[in-house]
């Protein structure tokens, strides 16, 4: 689905590189965790991840095709396929739940009365029903996150990419969060948690089998048992 082949990255042309020779593949329907303190890369990796960001040297392949031969439309094309539940959830604050969550279609050019019935069973399956009609600024952070979730898979996409999907919430939101997640999974789709909660990371161990990588000084590392 998502392959990265040596891959170096650095914000400042021949500056300083966050990290080097990272080769990761992620295979359909796999479970990854991302972990490592603030500053350490996890945006930034994710990003690579989703062809938001090219690498400095090294290969990344979205489905197969090399994104650096890729032109914008391709890129687009493959970022359909991938939702993103961004660190800052970047909602437009005066649309409400409902359309922020559609918008990813409006984009596409779907037609989005064709897709209220689908609308409306996601946000149920998330539990924000009743808050369809509201604004952003007046949702609790779980409510930000599981629209954020919705927003990400209303395409249907193969892998959902989630950074940080559970800053901000009480632990118990986060379970419901992550079991969201964990219940993707088993329908088929391919995903990665991007978090510094270690915490979260072993309560999952029970629900899922997943890999656990670990970034920081500059290298990725698959994370040792003893986590
Ligand atoms: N657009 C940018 N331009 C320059 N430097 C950046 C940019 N975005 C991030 N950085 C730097 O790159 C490093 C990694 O940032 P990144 O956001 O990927 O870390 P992170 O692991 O996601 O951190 P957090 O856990 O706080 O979200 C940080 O030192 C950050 O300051
Ligand atoms: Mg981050």
């Not at 650096?68 to 959830?89: N, W, Y």
């Not at 118990?172 to 329908?187: F, G, I, P, S, Y």
Request: one cysteine or more.
């Amino acid at each position: 689905m998502i392959e990265l082949d040596n891959v170096a990255y650095s914000y400042d042309f021949g500056g300083r590189e966050l990290f080097s020779d990272v080769s990761l593949k992620l295979s359909p329907g796999s479970f990854h965790f991302l972990t490592g303190p603030s500053g350490a890369g996890k945006t930034t990796f994710l990003k690579l991840c989703y062809g938001a960001l090219r690498p400095s040297s090294g290969a990344v392949r979205l489905f197969g095709e090399d994104l650096g031969e890729m032109g914008r439309d391709g890129v687009a094309l493959s970022r359909r396929r991938i939702g993103v539940v961004h660190q800052d959830c970047q909602f437009l604050d005066h649309l409400t739940v409902r359309e922020n969550v559609a918008l990813p279609l409006m984009v596409a050019g779907e037609d989005v009365t064709a897709e209220q019935a689908n609308l409306a069973e996601l946000l149920s399956w998330v539990g924000l029903s009743e808050r369809a009609d509201a604004l952003p600024p007046e949702l609790s952070g779980g409510e930000r996150q599981r629209a954020a979730l919705a927003r990400a898979v209303i395409m249907s996409p193969d892998v959902v990419l989630a950074d940080e999907p559970t800053g901000n919430i009480d632990w118990e939101m986060a379970q419901r969060l992550m079991r969201l997640l964990v219940e993707l999974n088993r329908m088929g789709k391919t995903i990665m948690i991007a978090t510094h909660d270690l915490g979260l990371v072993r309560a999952a161990k029970s629900q899922v089998q997943a890999r656990i990588l670990r970034i920081g000084g500059g290298r990725l590392q698959l994370a040792g048992a003893d986590l």
